[in-house]
């Protein structure tokens, strides 16, 4: 039997994969795959890997392509993804353009956590059905004539959410 051995490789958390990868975008993907290889694909002396890294924005953009002006808008949304961490040197947080504008060293993690809050109990919850009636049906009068059927808001529908998150 063959045993493949990767000296020169960084390990990305299936997370990324199995939970992240349908919500990003494409520059953001990149992004990410980066401060991943920047830091989890570095060992320190002690065996362990980095679990931050200082990176320019010049380092950003010779590696993935994003554009100079796409690229703190790409960040942010990285941070309200809730997917890195933006610190200086002293570990002070760093995530409003803000507070990141004029700063010299920037230190960017990869946080893998899901943006539910308890993403097990969200999973394990029975998941209605989309539509009340015994059949797929999309047209507006064929969906009033179902019993029960009443339209919502988007709004009213995420209130419902959240009222539901919360028992």
Request: proline share 3%; hydrophobic share 30%; charged share 25%.
């Amino acid at each position: 039997m063959l045993t493949m051995i990767y000296k020169q490789t960084t390990q990305v958390p299936n997370k990324l994969f199995d939970e992240q990868l349908s919500n990003l975008t494409h520059s953001e993907l990149k992004l990410l795959l980066f401060i991943i290889r920047k830091t989890y694909g570095w060992k320190l002396k002690n065996g362990n890997r980095k679990q931050r890294d200082r990176i320019a924005h010049s380092q950003y953009i010779k590696a993935t392509g994003i554009s100079r002006r796409s690229l703190p808008s790409t960040i942010q949304s990285l941070i309200l993804k809730q997917l890195i961490k933006v610190t200086d040197y002293q570990g002070g947080l760093l995530h409003t353009p803000e507070s990141r504008k004029g700063k010299i060293g920037i230190f960017y993690a990869p946080l893998f956590h899901s943006c539910a809050n308890d993403s097990i109990n969200v999973r394990k919850q029975k998941q209605k059905p989309v539509q009340i009636g015994l059949y797929n049906k999309t047209k507006e009068t064929k969906l009033n004539n179902q019993k029960g059927f009443q339209r919502q808001s988007d709004w009213e529908r995420m209130q419902e959410i959240l009222k539901l998150k919360d028992t």
